[in-house]
T-cell receptor
Framework: EAGVAQSPRYKIIEKRQSVAFWCNPI?????LYWYQQILGQGPKLLIQ????????DSQLPKDRFSAERLKGVDSTLKIQPAKLEDSAVYLC???????????FGPGTRLTVT | AQRVTQPEKLLSVFKGAPVELKCNYS??????LFWYVQYSRQRLQLLLR??SRESIKGFTADLNKGETSFHLKKPFAQEEDSAMYYC??????????FGKGTRLHILP
């Protein structure tokens, strides 16, 4: 089966600019996650979707971050405006509902200068 | 509060020597525990989960509820085991909390 796809793989922007990341989960996976991984730390959940509904966005900085999953398949994560501390790898993952195991994409490395 | 602690940021082990990556957790219910691994230039992937009770690539991990630990072990390290290892916990709601990770470096 094809894995989780993400684009772009790398992005460099200046602070206060906006950026968007795209994720295509494994076909049939109802649950989709966005994580932020800062250098030297483990992935931190930003938002979890079940089909096209938000299950948990308690750690999403909603003043600048937004995410959507239209039609319950692809998802986009947006940052506007970016701050220096947003520099991180943004990981997308998907899973069957209740499966526990998550399948990760390659990530997008964001550098904010 | 739910928490996963991996006390070692870096673990260096000689090839052929035993490996133990430590993981302790804090959770008020019955969690599911995982080990995820990220090899160089590859994506994060599941290595094993405690409910499977299986050995993957020679690695095993036993859930010790009394000590709230889920240490990852391998009797004889191989060079291809060099990677970043993350211990993770799920409370049964499909969400996973990750530890900060331990980099395992196998010395020749």
């Amino acid at each position: 089966e094809a894995g989780v796809a993400q684009s772009p793989r790398y992005k460099i922007i200046e602070k206060r600019q906006s950026v968007a990341f795209w994720c295509n989960p494994i076909s049939g996976h109802a649950t989709l996650y966005w994580y932020q991984q800062i250098l030297g730390q483990g992935p931190k959940l930003l938002i979890q979707f079940q089909n096209n509904g938000v299950v948990d966005d308690s750690q999403l900085p909603k003043d600048r971050f937004s995410a959507e999953r239209l039609k319950g398949v692809d998802s986009t994560l947006k940052i506007q405006p970016a701050k220096l501390e947003d520099s991180a790898v943004y990981l997308c993952a998907s899973s069957h509902q209740g499966a526990g195991e998550q399948y990760f994409g390659p990530g997008t490395r964001l550098t904010v200068t | 509060a739910q928490r996963v602690t991996q006390p070692e940021k870096l673990l260096s082990v000689f090839k052929g020597a035993p490996v133990e990556l430590k993981c302790n957790y804090s959770y008020s219910g019955s969690p599911e525990l995982f080990w995820y691994v990220q090899y160089s230039r590859q994506r994060l992937q599941l290595l094993l989960r405690h409910i499977s009770r299986e050995s993957i690539k020679g690695f095993t991990a036993d859930l010790n509820k009394g000590e709230t630990s889920f240490h990852l072990k391998k009797p004889f390290a191989q060079e291809e085991d060099s990677a970043m290892y993350y211990c993770a916990l799920s409370g049964g709601d499909d969400k996973i909390i990750f530890g900060k990770g331990t980099r395992l470096h196998i010395l020749p």
